[in-house]
């Protein structure tokens, strides 16, 4: 190796060993901030205590401090410790139906004594406020949420923590909360349905011989909630004891709240149950349309059924999976089946419509009704009651029938220009110029074209289509589907709304 890379390699290896202390003494820091480490009273020199003046709260707090061990619960080997839990909630959050759980954020309150921290006389208040720091210098109950899913403390802008120490020896702890906490719901009576969520406190280490939970008085508090489906009222709030006992370990202390949650329906109302309602009756607006006329109803009947179907589709996207039936799966079903029925009415009129047998019966009725009709008319004795044109005494008929003849004769048909007479020859520039191809008497004047003319044209025209036979049957099924169906489905509405509401 060359003399000069020595002092190079050494100052690298130096440097590569700075960098190394400084990265562990960084990591270290942050633990420490993390970890939040306080140093108790317990673990200060005694050159460290005797450095607080006497007879200030500093000195009162080291000595009931100095000989304290949290490791060890009050009353050891003796009584269990009675712990008084309290509970104040902030907010309530709505309940996930898919995920099936619930947040609230809460104070937490428990309240112990521990003969150990009792004051001494020469300390003149009845209480002592101490720093949430030490609050890790004492002993304190295990207590878990049995039924919680997620939970964290809050931290700012200091550590949401009260402690208090009263003169007899009592802990208050209060702190805040916010946990997840799982409710499992019963939907069958969705969406007019109550739940029942629960909130477990359970001692996670210490059996019913060490420690025991138990409400204060008045255990939970709360300002008035509003939710945005669900009520909750202060006085459907239950309590309860739900001590657990677990093979091989014993029983466990534990005691629970339960929240009753009434739904409110009214979103679910204009949501949903009021556009199905709409879309059932528009399928049936199929039966006041004429049977043959497939290119209405069968968009009508098939934009129905798929309008429900996208309606449950959506509606199930929301809810959990489970294998129950709930109660608006009941009402999107039967809304389905009623436009799929009125779809399948018009296949059975369609059905009719296209029966050969059924049209050939038609049509010998039509033919019986006309024969019937024309010998009616055949039987009406002729009108007989005067010669006067219409029956009504006015002009006679011989001298009507001798004016026509005249007319007829005066209104010669003229050709050509020739057959004009000589002396009206003022007309002749008032003539159109296709004169020889217009009908026009001898005066210039137009005449009607009659007799055969009149024939030849309308054996021209083409005769119009003939109208399509419709049975008697298919015209009755749309008639008892006008009735069927609007009264079933209001049959099956005062079932429905008196079993859930």
């Known amino acids: 190796m060359a003399p000069g890379l020595r002092p190079v390699i050494v100052l690298l290896l130096l440097l590569c060993c700075w960098h190394l202390t400084t990265a562990k003494e960084g990591k270290s820091t942050k633990k420490g ?7 108790c009273p317990a673990q200060l020199s005694p050159e460290d205590l005797a450095q607080v003046p006497a007879n200030t709260t500093s000195n009162i707090l080291n000595r009931l401090m100095v000989s304290y061990d949290p490791r060890i619960r009050p009353n050891f080997q003796g009584i269990p410790v009675e712990s008084r839990v309290n509970i104040f909630i902030n907010s309530f959050g709505s309940i996930q139906e898919t995920t099936m759980d619930y947040r609230v954020n809460i104070f937490l309150r428990q309240r112990w004594n521990d003969p150990r921290l009792r004051l001494p006389t020469d300390y003149k208040s009845e209480t002592l406020t101490i720093d949430p720091k030490m609050f890790q210098c004492l002993w304190k109950p295990d207590l878990f949420f049995a039924n919680e899913k997620n939970a964290n403390f809050h931290d700012v802008t200091q550590d949401n923590i009260l402690l208090f120490i009263f003169r007899n020896g009592d802990v208050l702890i209060s702190m805040r909360l916010s946990v997840t906490l799982s ?3 019963d939907l069958t009576l969705f969406p007019m349905d109550t739940q029942l969520c629960k909130m477990q406190l359970e001692s996670f280490g210490y059996t019913t011989s060490d420690l025991v939970f138990m409400w204060q008085s008045d255990p939970v508090q709360m300002d008035e909630i509003a939710l945005p489906q669900f009520d909750i009222k202060q006085e459907d709030i239950k309590y309860g004891n739900c001590t657990k ?7 466990y202390t534990c005691v629970e709240v339960i929240f009753t949650l009434r ?12 556009p199905t309602l709409l879309i059932v009756v528009l399928s049936w607006l199929s039966f006041w349309i004429n049977p043959d006329a497939s290119a209405a109803r069968v968009p009508l009947g098939i934009l129905s059924v798929l309008s429900l179907s996208s309606e449950s589709m959506s509606l199930a996207s929301e809810l959990p999976k489970v294998s129950y039936v709930k109660a608006i799966d009941i009402w999107l079903i039967a809304c389905l089946l009623f436009g799929f029925s009125s779809l399948v009415e018009y296949a059975v009129v369609q059905v009719i419509l296209n029966s050969p047998k059924l049209i050939e019966e038609e049509k010998a009725k039509m033919a019986t009704k006309e024969k019937a009709l024309k010998e009616k008319e055949g039987k009406k004795p002729p009108n007989t009651t005067n010669n006067t044109v219409n029956g009504t005494g006015g002009t006679p008929i011989h001298v009507n029938t001798l004016q026509q003849v005249v007319e007829t004769r005066c209104k010669k048909v003229c050709t050509s220009k020739s057959d004009l007479r000589s002396n009206d020859f003022s007309i002749v520039g008032s003539l159109p110029r296709d004169f020889e191809l217009s009908n026009f008497d001898c005066y210039g004047k137009p005449v009607e074209v009659s007799g055969a003319l009149k024939s030849q044209s309308k054996a021209s025209k ?7 036979v419709i049975p008697a049957a298919a015209k009755r099924i749309d008639l008892y589907a006008r009735a069927l169906f609007p009264f079933s489905f209001l049959f099956f509405n005062v079932v429905y709304w008196s079993v859930y509401l």
């Open 263 to 274: 739904r409110q329906v009214g979103f679910y109302l204009m949501g949903v149950y009021a």
């Open 245 to 251: 006992y677990y093979q091989g370990t014993g029983y």
């Open 462 to 468: 083409k005769p119009p289509p003939p109208k399509p």
């Open 183 to 185: 409710c499992p719901l």
């Open 33 to 39: 901030k993390k970890g939040k480490q306080v140093v």
